[in-house]
């Protein structure tokens, strides 16, 4: 079957660094995705993995190794505003995205 | 620019009651449409999608339907709810090349059957 594993919930420090992973087993792969999620919206893109390596968009980034089957988001000075769920998917050999369930980070001052 | 409305809002319904959930597009033509539903602690799952009018493909067998009666509009229905249905439905479009991939999801509508 088809699994996307990421961490339920994290907590770090305003101003800090935090790593968000990502591990999966998909039938294929065509890219993997990152969405923001804020509590009771809708999620919003942030970066889009086909290729090995890092991606960097300003305080976030996101790395790929398809050879694992890992990615992680890198988020930068967090800032509160950060607090929000992550969402790690998969687009798979038809097209599809899979979805994980999230990781809700929850930034403290 | 391409914006994406889905009404209503929040929904409180009783079990056994109809629905109707709408999704429109704005600013782009012939995209892909998708219903998702989202439950707390899980991840979205796909219910249904459109790559045209009409077409429609079913991810999930449920008492849940999709129209998609034009080009940029699709609609989630149902003739009676159940408990379950209840749920977080996002509406979303993606451009027909499936290029990027990217997802531009409505809003969202909260359902809540009691």
């Known amino acids: 079957g088809q699994n996307i594993d990421q961490p339920t919930e994290m907590t770090a420090t305003e101003g800090a660094i935090v790593q968000i992973n990502c591990t999966y087993q998909t039938s294929g792969f065509n890219g993997l995705f990152w969405y923001q999620q804020h509590a009771g919206e809708a999620p919003t893109f942030l970066s889009y993995?086909?290729l090995d390596g890092l991606e960097e968009k300003g305080r976030f980034s996101s790395f790929l190794s398809r050879s694992k089957g890992y990615s992680y988001l890198l988020l930068k000075e967090l800032q509160m505003k950060d607090s929000a769920s992550y969402l790690c998917?998969?687009?798979?050999?038809?097209?599809?995205?899979?979805w994980g369930a999230g990781t809700k980070l929850i930034i403290k001052p | 620019s391409q914006t994406i409305h889905q009404w209503p809002a929040t929904l409180v319904q009783p079990v056994g009651s109809p629905l109707s959930l709408e999704c429109t597009v704005e600013g782009t033509s012939n995209p892909n449409l998708y219903w998702y539903r989202q439950a707390a602690g899980r991840g979205l799952q796909l219910l249904f999608y459109?790559?045209?009018?009409?077409?429609i493909s079913s991810e999930v067998p449920q008492n849940l339907s999709a129209s998609r009666p034009q080009d940029r509009q699709f609609i989630l229905s149902s003739k009676k709810l159940l408990l379950s249905d209840s749920g977080f439905y996002l509406c979303?479009?993606?451009?027909?090349?499936?290029?990027?991939?990217?997802?531009?999801f409505g809003e969202g509508s909260r359902l809540t059957v009691l």
């Open positions: 998917a998969v687009r798979d050999s038809n097209y599809q995205l899979i």
């Open positions: 993995n086909v």
């Open positions: 979303a479009w993606s451009p027909p090349d499936f290029d990027t991939g990217e997802l531009f």
């Open positions: 459109s790559v045209g009018i009409g077409q």
